[in-house]
């Protein structure tokens, strides 16, 4: 497996890529900090929001499989203390967003919370 980074485009907004899961989990609250990544064809973003580090996993053709959480997850939050990793259904986000997600077929979420500065 290779995880390779992708060059984003200045005037994007990660609202705008995947605009219904960042609603849920973040609502109106600030985004610090973003990176996209791919595995495959598998979309992997790294989401830093001041409070905690999230890495959304989004794949449109299949579900994503554990050993690709595993690796993404060792290679993204290997120096921050890991929450848990929860793989959200479709249709529970489209029910709180009460809007359709027509592009993803899985969508899993890695919490971890930023290391203390002393």
Do not use: C, W
Not at 44 to 64: G, Q
Not at 99 to 112: G, L, N, P, Y
């Amino acid at each position: 497996m290779k995880l390779i980074e992708v060059p984003i485009k200045v005037n994007v907004s990660l609202r705008k890529m995947i605009p219904n899961t960042i609603s849920y989990l973040y609502g109106n609250t600030a985004i610090r900090y973003f990176r996209k990544y791919t595995l495959g064809n598998t979309s992997v973003y790294y989401v830093d929001s001041f409070r905690r580090i999230d890495v959304i996993l989004t794949n449109t053709t299949r579900n994503i499989r554990t050993d690709e959480i595993d690796f993404v997850v060792n290679q993204l939050l290997n120096e921050q203390t890991l929450g848990e990793v929860t793989r959200l259904s479709k249709e529970k986000i489209e029910a709180a967003r009460h809007h359709k997600i027509r592009k993803m077929k899985d969508i899993v979420i890695a919490e971890a919370k930023p290391l203390e500065k002393d």
